[in-house]
């Protein structure tokens, strides 16, 4: 079903189809019922287009009914400040397609509480993290009691990332009135519990991973010495050329030195975690967004908030603690029907829980054995 059969505001069809030749199946079967004010529960991959699923009925929606000065009407929660910055950009891009202009505004931790306070009057639609929602409501800089429709993106990580406490309090502070939508990568026990309290009889949408985009990533696998595995990086980055190389560290110290020690070896490299201020996670994300950062090195605590079109590798320097993490860093790269390749790095002692996960995915990899690689110079 082409965009123009969705019941959007045909204003916004030019920049639609600027973005995206056809809907994705999370767009395709959500906005019509976003639209109808259904509410609703998604489960869809990141990178699946599902961020447009709700950003273009939302538009809409926000339109027809302007808000009270400092009375959000759109409220979008969101887990960490990338993914904030990262959905105020997509609202932002469209909107500039509307005939009348809607504030909005992303919120969130990190920085000083002071200027957002000062730019709250007459924002529509409102981005936030939990915590500083929840501080900017305490300052009367914001009021969320005339909002009707709540937006969770990425509920999962909300959850795993422990805003029990933040969510439920700003759910006592919203209409009971309102249309919820609340959106997944993965339905565990926790999304179907905060489904049932906060939405009402949502249309269920659960869209299966396309085998052909699965299929766009390959899978490479490097077993090595734990002492070699800083000089393979190097020799992989050097002998292979690979550019804009996004790499996974399990830790805020690892992601540190793996930077600095590329960089000592001539390969211009940042690294980006929560320790860093938001100034700095910005500037760095954007260097690397424009090529400036050949290598940025991250944590998982923001893999999902980086979202980029084209980018061709992505290194998983140590495992993750769990599937559904691998599943979030590969997921950075074979995007909007490119090729990727997703390179791990591993020991002997890690085989095991990387089987385990290629298990969980019905996967497979190729294996490389590195010890006749000669690693002098790196």
Do not use: W
């Amino acid at each position: 079903m082409p965009f123009n059969h969705l019941g959007l505001d045909l204003a916004l069809l030019p920049l639609i189809t600027k973005k995206y030749e056809a809907p994705y199946p999370i767009q395709e079967l959500a906005i019509p019922k976003i639209i109808s004010g259904n509410d609703l529960l998604g489960i869809a991959k990141t990178g699946s287009g599902k961020t447009a699923a709700f950003v273009l009925p939302a538009l809409m929606k926000t339109l027809s009914k302007p808000s009270k000065n400092r009375h959000i009407h759109t409220l979008v929660l969101v887990p960490t400040r990338e993914l904030a910055v990262q959905v105020t950009e997509v609202f932002n891009y469209f909107e500039k397609a509307l005939h009348d202009p809607i504030k909005i505004r992303a919120v969130y931790g990190g920085v000083s509480i002071n200027p957002q306070m000062m730019d709250m009057n007459n924002v529509s639609i409102l981005v936030a993290t939990p915590g500083r929602l929840l501080e900017l409501i305490e300052q009367k800089a914001v009021l969320i009691s005339d909002c009707t429709l709540l937006i969770i993106d990425e509920a999962d990580k909300l959850l795993n990332l422990g805003f029990h406490n933040e969510m439920n309090a700003i759910f006592d502070l919203l209409p009971i009135e309102r249309q919820t939508l609340l959106f997944s990568a993965t339905l565990s026990k926790d999304v179907s519990l905060i489904s049932e309290k906060v939405c009402k009889n949502p249309e269920i949408i659960q869209v299966e991973e396309d085998k052909h985009v699965i299929d766009l990533i390959t899978h490479s696998v490097y077993i090595v010495d734990e002492e070699r595995k800083g000089p393979f990086l190097r020799y992989l980055i050097k002998t292979h050329d690979l550019k804009q190389v996004l790499i996974f560290t399990s830790s805020i110290q690892r992601a540190d030195r793996v930077a600095d020690k590329l960089r000592k070896n001539g390969i211009e490299a940042s690294a980006i975690h929560s320790s860093k201020s938001q100034h700095a996670r910005t500037e760095t994300l954007q260097h690397f967004k424009k090529g400036k950062v050949r290598v940025l090195v991250a944590t998982d605590l923001i893999a999902r908030g980086i979202d980029i079109e084209y980018l061709p590798v992505v290194i998983n320097y140590e495992l993750p603690r769990s599937p559904k993490d691998y599943i979030h860093r590969i997921g950075r790269t074979g995007r909007a029907d490119n090729p990727g390749e997703a390179i791990t790095i591993l020991t002997r002692d890690d085989l095991h829980h990387f089987n385990v996960i290629l298990k969980k995915m019905n996967r497979e990899a190729y294996f490389h054995d590195t010890n006749k690689i000669d690693l002098h110079g790196f």
